[in-house]
């Protein structure tokens, strides 16, 4: 492939573009475009009154603006289409506009396709965040000039121009990212794979091949990193392009990452013991040893283990947030699956007051009463899924005969009150809520802050 940005710069010039999405990532975008000397039209469902500096600045520099609602019919008469992920490229408009000829991609496609560094991917439905940070910071420890992006950090693609061959990318990638990518980085790895995101997905194979794009596009000098617990990443190897490293916390794997006798090992060398590290739980230990087999290449164990002993974690990830009259408050927003979870309340060393509930991703919440009973004292409830959750633990608990108190409530602050009314001195109130946030707030870092501003004002 060649990676050559002069050729999209000349391809660019002068296209009628359409942008889908106003958002976080499509705003460097669109000023990128301008740049390029695109001629830009940006739709969202939001108002111009929604959008406020954002869309006066755009008017100002030449930008057409398509707002409100229906604002996708507009979209015809367009040469190149840039979508935002969570857009379904075979929605109606996208179908409708590809039939005129329109070239349809997105910011990360583009990226991907003329990134000149090499790419690190990581995906995956559990750990992903954590994961892409522990290999940032390891990459950066060791010298390189890394720049992290994706899900997470900043849009690069504006930025491509100041990144080198020399330096080094790591992307965190959602299933919605790698649907229609046709570009896979030199190092990929994939944490996990369970049941997540089936309100936009088609069904859960749909799910798992977009997965599989992010080793698809490898060649036979690529890595790919697996978990070989997870039944459903370690039938991928077959499929695999190029070089596979498998790690497991069950199995002891000495080609690979391996976890046995409080001690981790990457391609048969000891790296450092579980208590070096700082963040706690052993899907910790996971995310860690698929950090060190992607980067074991270019990274020392010494830099490994200075890594390991001084990352503190990610926010909004069983983040510590405050100790109230002897109970402790924390921070997971970011767990929108139940085995997100479970994973998370699996860590403390007794059971804890969890907080769950929110938008209904159409996941089942079987596994979460089956496996995590008894790493709950008490479930409080809230938001668009409470009683189905409601439900199911209470079938789990008719079926063992035991009990723990259930309450629901209607807002997060209720659920943090009820919280503190049925702790005591030592209890753990852990907002885990195994659901995305969108039923009551725009993602999971705002409610995560809301979590934390609610517990600072006890």
Excluded at 357 to 378: M, N, Q, T
Excluded at 428 to 443: G, I, K, Q
Excluded at 448 to 456: A, E, M, Q, S, W
Aim: one cysteine or more.
């Amino acid at each position: 492939m060649n990676k050559d940005f002069r050729l999209f710069k000349k391809f660019i010039k002068g296209k009628r573009t359409a942008v889908v999405g106003i958002g976080v990532s499509n705003i460097p975008l669109i000023n990128f475009l301008l740049q390029l000397g695109a001629e830009v039209t940006a739709f969202d469902k939001k108002s111009a009154e929604d959008l406020g500096d954002t869309a006066r600045d755009f008017i100002q520099k030449g930008v057409t603006l398509c707002l409100g609602e229906g604002y996708l019919k507009k979209l015809t008469g367009f040469e190149v289409v840039f979508k935002t992920p969570s857009m379904r490229i075979d929605s109606e408009a996208l179908k409708l506009t590809k039939e005129e000829g329109a070239y349809i991609t997105s910011e990360m496609e583009e990226f991907m396709r003329y990134c000149p560094a090499k790419m690190y991917g990581i995906t995956g439905s559990d750990g992903k965040t954590t994961t892409t940070t522990i290999i940032y910071n390891l990459l950066k420890e060791q010298g390189y000039k890394t720049w992290v992006g994706g899900n997470i950090g900043a849009p690069l693609f504006s930025k491509i121009e100041e990144i080198s061959e020399n330096d080094r990318v790591v992307l965190e990638l959602s299933s919605f990212q790698l649907m229609t990518i046709e570009t896979s980085p030199e190092v990929a790895v994939v944490t996990n794979v369970t049941p997540n995101h089936l309100d936009m997905h088609k069904d859960m194979q749909e799910y798992i091949d977009s997965k599989k794009n992010i080793f698809k596009f490898q060649d036979n000098n690529s890595l790919l990193v697996l978990n070989r617990d997870n039944e459903i990443t370690n039938s991928f190897v077959p499929e695999a392009r190029g070089r596979v490293r498998l790690f497991s916390r069950m199995t002891e794997e000495p080609e690979g990452g391996c976890y046995k006798e409080g001690r981790l090992y990457a391609c048969g060398d000891k790296i450092c013991s579980r208590e070096d590290i700082v963040i706690k739980g052993l899907h910790n230990v996971e995310n860690y040893l698929a950090a060190f087999l992607a980067t074991r290449d270019e990274v020392s164990i010494e830099t490994m283990k200075k890594v390991a002993s001084a990352f503190r974690g990610v926010e909004h990830r069983n983040e510590f947030v405050r100790e109230v009259d002897g109970v402790k408050y924390y921070n997971d927003s970011i767990g929108s699956s139940p085995t997100r979870t479970l994973a998370t309340i699996s860590v403390f060393d007794k059971p804890v007051i969890l907080i769950a509930g929110g938008y209904d991703k159409h996941i089942p919440f079987e596994p979460l009463a089956e496996r995590g009973l008894d790493r709950i004292k008490v479930l409080v409830l809230l938001g668009a899924t409470k009683n189905s959750i409601k439900n199911v633990f209470e079938k789990v608990m008719a079926e063992r005969k035991t009990f723990i108190p259930i309450y629901t409530v209607d807002s997060l602050e209720d659920a943090v009150f009820k919280g503190r009314a049925v702790s005591e001195q030592g209890d753990y109130v852990v907002l885990s809520p195994a659901c995305a946030s969108f039923d009551m707030f725009p993602n999971f870092e705002v409610r995560g802050n809301k979590f934390r501003d609610i517990v600072n004002s006890l």
